[in-house]
């Protein structure tokens, strides 16, 4: 865990917390680049250089301004650690527009490296390391540690106006708690395994539209007026779609080219209800993480009934608002076949 940014820490005077760069450091990557120029340009291309600008985010945020938010999709913004304490109303903090400073650069270096005025490693500093920054290792920071602060948290409590922010029970994103009853966890492979390859810090997920397709399968058995499709994500360590509820794979049967009046679909997501006092899950049709005994696998049926071809694609934001956002940053068609 970030101690800094761990849940239990809101509420009670998160400043005390700060995360403080050694002395001639500051926050920003520009504290960082001069030296790890390869790291920064792969960091740049990763969506946690994003986090706290780009338009899928961008849009839920302004319809939601929430400071809870802006802690792990821009933690170190301006501002943010002095109002954390409860600040997490609607309209209750204060927006840059557009982001500028800290903001502007999501989740970055000092983020996850920065603690107590050192640097955070999940190695045995070299002698050049120790000479250029203070180096505190973790051996935790090489495994899920380092990633549950942001990648695993429940929902936001509904609370009355002037009471102080809570959190709920239900995991709005489990993905730490799904990925530790995987072979893969069992096998001792990490996140940073599949999504750091030991070194790198381009963070690709399910933005990378090409590691998605080299992950998913999918088989038809053609019957009559329907078609049976089973789809596999062989390895898959979490839960696909993993992380926010909103992802969707789309299993779609068509009659035209574009598929603009779909003949059957299947969404595999996670769907959860509120019950006034929370949210509960009440649907996980995701394809499920591999297990012993438990193949990554889901099978439904679709009616082909006028069909000429099937489609499944991934959908990246919330359906309530993905209307207003250019067709590329809604998703990407995953895989299609003539039926
Ligand atoms: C989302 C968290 C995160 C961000 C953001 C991040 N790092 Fe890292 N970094 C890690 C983790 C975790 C490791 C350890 C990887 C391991 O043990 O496999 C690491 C390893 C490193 C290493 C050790 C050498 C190596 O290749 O493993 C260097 C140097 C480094 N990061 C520099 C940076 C710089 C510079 C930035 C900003 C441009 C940055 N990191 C941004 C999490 C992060
Ligand atoms: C003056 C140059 C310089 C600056 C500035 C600098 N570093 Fe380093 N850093 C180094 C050198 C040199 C190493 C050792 C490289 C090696 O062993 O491969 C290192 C190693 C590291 C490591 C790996 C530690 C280990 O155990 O080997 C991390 C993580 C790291 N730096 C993060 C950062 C972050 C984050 C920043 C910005 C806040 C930063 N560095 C700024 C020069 C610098
Ligand atoms: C400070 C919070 C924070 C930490 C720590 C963090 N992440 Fe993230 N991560 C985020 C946010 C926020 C996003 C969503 C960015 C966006 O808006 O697209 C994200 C996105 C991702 C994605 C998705 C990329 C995509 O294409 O959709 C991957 C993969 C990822 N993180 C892996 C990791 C791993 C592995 C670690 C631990 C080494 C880690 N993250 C640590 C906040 C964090
Ligand atoms: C065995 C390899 C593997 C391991 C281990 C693994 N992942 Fe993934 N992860 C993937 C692949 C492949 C994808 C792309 C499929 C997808 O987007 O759902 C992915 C996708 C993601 C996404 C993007 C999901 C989305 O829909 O936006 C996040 C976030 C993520 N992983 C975080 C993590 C975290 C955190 C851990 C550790 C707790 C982890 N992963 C462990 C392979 C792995
Ligand atoms: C505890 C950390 C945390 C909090 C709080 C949080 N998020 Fe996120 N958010 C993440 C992570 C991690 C991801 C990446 C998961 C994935 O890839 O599915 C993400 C992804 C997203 C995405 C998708 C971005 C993209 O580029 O695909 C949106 C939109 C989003 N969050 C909006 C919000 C809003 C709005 C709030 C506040 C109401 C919020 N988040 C609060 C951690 C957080």
């Given at each position: 865990m970030i101690p800094w940014l761990s849940l239990a820490a809101f509420g009670q005077g998160l400043t005390a917390l700060n995360p403080e760069p050694p002395p001639g450091f500051d926050l920003s990557v520009g504290s960082c680049e001069g030296c790890h120029s390869e790291v920064a340009a792969q960091w740049a291309g990763s969506r946690h250089a994003v986090a706290g600008t780009n338009p899928i985010f961008w849009e839920a945020w302004t319809r939601w301004p929430n400071g809870w938010c802006v802690n792990c999709h821009a933690p170190l913004a301006e501002g943010q650690l002095a109002t954390l304490g409860g600040l997490a109303r609607p309209g209750s903090f204060p927006r840059p527009q557009p982001p500028a400073g800290l903001w502007a650069e999501g989740v970055n270096c000092a983020t996850c490296h920065?603690?107590?005025q050192q640097i955070l490693s999940s190695r045995e500093p070299s002698t050049e390391a120790l000479l250029a920054h203070p180096v505190r290792v973790d051996p935790g920071f090489g495994g899920a540690d380092a990633c549950a602060s942001c990648h695993e948290f429940p929902f936001?409590?509904?609370t009355a106006p002037g009471e102080p922010f809570a959190i709920g029970e239900t995991l709005?994103?489990?993905?730490?708690?799904?990925w530790a009853l995987?072979?893969?966890a069992s096998e001792g492979r990490s996140c940073q395994d599949c999504h750091m390859g030991?070194?790198?810090?381009?963070?690709p997920g399910a933005h990378d539209s090409e590691r998605l397709r080299s992950l998913l399968k999918v088989e038809v058995q053609p019957g009559d007026q329907h078609a049976v499709f089973t789809v596999s994500a062989p390895g898959a360590a979490h839960r696909i779609p993993t992380g926010d509820p909103f992802r969707r794979l789309i299993l779609e049967t068509c009659a035209d080219a574009a598929c603009a009046e779909p003949v059957d679909e299947v969404v595999f997501r996670r769907v959860f209800a509120s019950t006034g006092q929370g949210w509960v899950e009440v649907l996980d049709r995701t394809i499920p993480p591999e297990r012993p005994?438990?193949?990554?696998?889901?099978?439904?049926?679709?009616?082909?009934?006028?069909?000429?071809?099937?489609r499944l694609r991934y959908a990246l934001a919330d359906h309530r608002h993905e209307h207003v956002l250019a067709p590329e940053e809604r998703g990407y068609v995953v895989v299609e076949g003539a039926l």
């Open positions: 920065v603690q107590d936001q409590q509904p709005a994103q489990a993905t730490v708690s799904e995987s072979s893969a030991r070194h790198g810090h381009a963070f005994g438990q193949p990554a696998q889901r099978q439904v049926q679709l009616s082909t009934a006028g069909a000429r071809s099937w």
